[in-house]
């Protein structure tokens, strides 16, 4: 007998299939529901937070450089508000995006197209790139005229280096320019932005960790459109850098450079007590307002400071070094060599002359350096030999960095011991295998001025805190002493203002005013050009020392009586800061 199964009826089978879908969607409710539980309440906050960020972002605040002060106040670099400007490419076509770049390129004649591809392919596609900095308020007037026209351009506060002074100072407080390509690694964030501005020469590169600001950071909270939906919030605020004050007076430098006139050359001024450079001025030079200029006036700019960095052949200036090493070692100073206008040394093929080639006949050593007579100073070469000449010139500084503040230092060069005869009798009136900076003849005669004290040259005197009050002395420093004895820095100070004020002395044509008491000292040396450089070196006054002055003319057919000393006396006299009441015109 055959069993068949009965069919359900169509009612049964309906309730048995809705039965299964309804306990289906049950359990697949309560899934979703512990998952939605789950999300909210173990890790609601965690999500709440992660979704409250993605409307949120951290913008980088800029901080002003610190500005830098001459020795009475007066501003040498300082910061001009300014602007910079960003675009972001959110939500706009390629089209869209290369007529804007066009369109800023021909407004800041800059070619922000070589930027179009970089910003195409950035992700996510509301980063902000930044395209100018440093803009001028007649810059961003189209854009902020012409809103429609620059879409998803964003212009905010920037600051500029300006530098009141211009060419005078340029040499000193150097400039500022973007970090390169080749330098981005020395330069790292959030201190620095690839597109910063940093110190690239003088003071602004020196003191770069002092000047530079430190950067804030306020939160931006937006909308998908980009729209603010709540003021920014500040979570760490900007500094400023911090302040220098120099030693130097702007007003002397500016009136150094108009000595130097169309000359090339340096002039130094150094308070001979503490080794403050009250001038450090150099020609020729540039505008860091305008650093593109190739020319000022016509003539070449330079970036070499010839005060610190030009090293030359001191020439008669020296002769005071070696002056001191032959007393050092028994020189009496009331011997008398007799100056017949040559000097011989055995088997050197020719002789060695004096500037006047009939002689000067019998001179001590104060009316030696009176009149430069080269004939005394081979004699105390001749004595004193290379090894104990050359000791002498490393003892007044020569030969080595002066340790001056400022990049860039050139030591000079003091040739070997072991010299040959005849150089030797050259290096004695500093020529020959010898170079000095301007500087480092200035720290010399200061050593002679103050007793012996071999300072160290101080441009900065204080770097002052953002806040205006607290502030670091740079203290004064002393890196040796000459070891001069009294006898003998009369003696040396007598024949310096014998050459300054007395009838036959080199620099009397110069006419320094007698009240001034100059002791001081020309030089010509023969450069490879087959003209002179001409110097002045002195200190004053002569009996309670204040300052040492320098100046030096490159490639001149005069001698330093002529072509050096009237630009130190024009500048002593605006040192004086009387010189509209002094007779430069009588002795």
């Keep these: 007998m055959e ?18 879908s309804a306990l289906f969607l049950a359990c697949a409710f309560s899934v979703i529901l512990g998952r939605v539980g789950y999300l909210t309440l ?15 972002s951290l913008r980088r605040i800029d901080a002003p450089r610190g500005n830098i002060y001459d020795r009475n106040g007066r501003p040498v670099a300082l910061n001009r508000l300014a602007y910079s400007l960003t675009y972001s490419r959110y939500r706009r076509s390629d089209a869209e995006v290369h007529a804007t770049l066009a369109r800023l390129s021909g407004l800041l004649e800059e070619d922000l197209l070589a930027r179009e591809d970089e910003i195409l392919e950035t992700r996510p596609t509301w980063t902000r790139h930044s395209l100018a900095r440093r803009l001028t308020q007649s810059q961003i007037v189209p854009v902020l005229e012409r809103p429609d026209d620059f879409e998803g351009v964003r212009l905010k506060d920037d600051y500029r280096r300006e530098y009141p002074y211009g060419p005078a100072m340029a040499l000193v407080a150097g400039s500022v320019g973007k970090i390169t390509a080749e330098d981005v690694d020395d330069y790292q964030r959030p201190l620095y932005l690839p597109d910063d501005y940093v110190g690239r020469s003088g003071l602004e590169k020196q003191y770069e960790a002092h000047l530079v600001g430190k950067p804030g950071r306020e939160r931006h909270k937006r909308d998908a459109r980009g729209g603010l939906l709540e003021a920014p919030v500040i979570e760490q605020a ?34 001979v007590r503490t080794g403050d450079v009250v001038v450090l001025a150099a020609a020729p030079t540039f505008d860091p307002n305008a650093p593109w200029l190739a020319e000022i006036n016509g003539r070449p700019v330079s970036y070499l400071n010839r005060a610190y960095r030009g090293a030359y052949p001191p020439g008669s200036t020296f002769k005071l070094m ?24 055995e088997d050197w093929p020719r002789p060695f002359y004096c500037d006047v080639r009939t002689g000067h006949g019998p001179l001590d050593l104060v009316h030696a350096i009176q009149v430069s007579c080269n004939a005394t100073f081979y004699e105390m070469g001749k004595e004193l030999g290379a090894e104990n000449l050359l000791a002498e010139a490393r003892r007044f500084g020569f030969g080595q960095p002066t340790g001056i503040d400022l990049p860039g230092e050139r030591s000079g060069v003091v040739a070997a ?77 007598a024949g310096l203002f014998d050459a300054v004020n007395t009838p036959g002395g080199t620099a009397v044509r110069a006419k320094f005013p007698i009240e001034w008491q100059v002791c001081g000292k020309t030089g010509t040396a023969e450069n490879a050009q087959g003209t002179n450089d001409a110097w002045f070196a002195c200190f004053l006054p002569r009996h309670a020392p204040e300052i040492a002055v320098v100046v030096l003319v490159e490639n001149t057919d005069a001698h330093g009586g002529d072509a050096a000393a009237p630009i130190a006396r024009d500048l002593i006299a605006a040192w ?8 430069l015109t009588e002795q």
């Design 3 to 20: 069993y068949r199964s009965q069919p359900l009826s169509h009612s049964r089978h309906f309730r048995r299939r809705a039965l299964l």
């Design 238 to 271: 900007a500094h400023p850098g911090d302040d220098l004050v120099l030693a130097i007076d702007a007003e002397l430098q500016v009136r150094a450079l108009e000595l130097l006139g169309g000359n090339s050359g340096a002039a130094v001024i150094m308070d």
């Design 576 to 583: 004086w800061g009387d010189s509209q009441e002094l007779d």
């Design 322 to 345: 070696t002056a001191a090493g032959a007393l050092r070692h028994g020189w009496d100073a009331e011997h008398r060599v007799v100056c017949t206008g040559r000097t011989y040394w």
């Design 42 to 56: 173990v890790r609601g906050t965690e999500y709440a937070d992660a979704a409250n960020a993605n409307l949120q």
């Design 417 to 493: 011991n072991g010299v040959p005869g005849g150089e030797l009798l050259n290096l004695s009136i500093g020529q020959g295998a010898f170079t000095a900076t301007p500087l480092q003849v200035a720290v010399a005669y200061a050593a002679l001025a103050n007793g012996g004290r071999l300072l160290q040259p101080r441009v900065v005197t204080e770097i002052r805190g953002p806040d205006g009050v607290s502030s670091t002395v740079v203290p004064v420093r002393e890196k040796g002493n000459v070891a001069l004895s009294q006898s003998a820095r009369e003696t040396l100070t």
